[in-house]
């Protein structure tokens, strides 16, 4: 697996709870535990987050006081 390309997800998403962690998606490469990305709810917030050869990479947005509103789309 590669994350040296350019890509998009795009996802709906609709939480009925916030919690510490949600996922929405995630892909790991089978033949190393040390890469993988994952897009996922993180108290309400969405996190992009990737590993690339065991060191972590997390984006998130800049305000952190921003989450997903509760049953909505």
Known sequence: MSLGANFT???W???LAHSAEQAI???K???DDDVS???LL???RPVFRASLGGIEHVLAPG???FALP???W
Do not use: A, T
Request: aromatic letters at 4%.
């Open 9 to 11: 997800i795009e996802v």
């Open 13 to 15: 998403v609709k939480p």
């Open 25 to 27: 998606v995630s892909k």
């Open 29 to 31: 490469d089978p033949g």
């Open 37 to 39: 990305y994952s897009l």
């Open 42 to 44: 993180r108290d309400g």
């Open 63 to 65: 305000n952190i006081n």
């Open 70 to 72: 509760l049953d909505q």
